[in-house]
């Protein structure tokens, strides 16, 4: 089990993965993304890849939206959005529970990886749905907090995708707790650790 504290090593996949084609540049109306300077890093190479590739996506499925590129905790991230109106539409890219967005993002991943010859760690986003999820995770990881203290006992959580849980560590341990995962893919979850419980666990 990986124990898991702020400043840890994120907890995302370690999985390799086999590149396939990417796509196309984009034929829609779109205004075209500036092109990079001679010192464009890696990670924003990473993100023009995939805005390149999820505009000709959006196009194929005759769906509007906007693409955000940032780089964020040493990671290319990269995000659909809409306006109010357009957002319902965008969230067919996301199903019911973000199933169909971790379908995306791996596919965004390895078109990258086929683009850059590099694996990469990308975010992406869709309507704002990872942003409303990391709300409801960080609020959630409080309460568990407060239910361990009270009990002095550790708490298993619902299985999630590394995402979900690199978010929960990380607000175990704003609020003074440790934290750690269990279990394999896709049945991986975050136990949060009593205080006692804590002290004689693992260091990695």
Do not use: C, W
């Amino acid at each position: 089990m990986d124990q898991s504290t702020a400043g840890a090593v994120d907890d995302t996949e370690a999985a390799d993965v086999t590149a396939t084609e990417a796509g196309t540049a984009p034929t829609s109306g779109r205004s075209p993304r500036q092109p990079k300077g001679a010192g464009a890093t890696r990670l924003e190479e990473e993100g023009d890849v995939a805005a390149d590739y999820l505009e000709e996506l959006l196009d194929i499925v005759d769906l509007d939206g906007d693409i955000d590129i940032d780089i964020e905790n040493g990671r290319a991230s990269v995000a659909i959005v809409a306006d109010q109106a357009g957002t319902p539409a965008l969230r067919k890219l996301v199903g019911s529970d973000g199933e169909v967005l971790e379908a995306l993002q791996e596919l965004t991943r390895l078109a990258v990886q086929a683009q850059t010859g590099d694996r990469t760690r990308l975010l992406l986003d869709v309507a704002g749905f990872r942003a409303e999820k990391r709300t409801s995770l960080v609020a959630l990881a409080e309460e568990v907090v407060a239910r361990v203290r009270a009990s002095g006992a550790d708490e298993k959580l619902e299985p999630m995708p590394a995402f979900e849980r690199k978010v929960v560590h990380d607000a175990v341990a704003a609020a003074g707790l440790e934290s750690e995962s269990e279990g394999e893919e896709p049945r991986r979850r975050v136990v949060v650790l009593a205080p006692e419980a804590a002290e004689g666990a693992p260091s990695a």
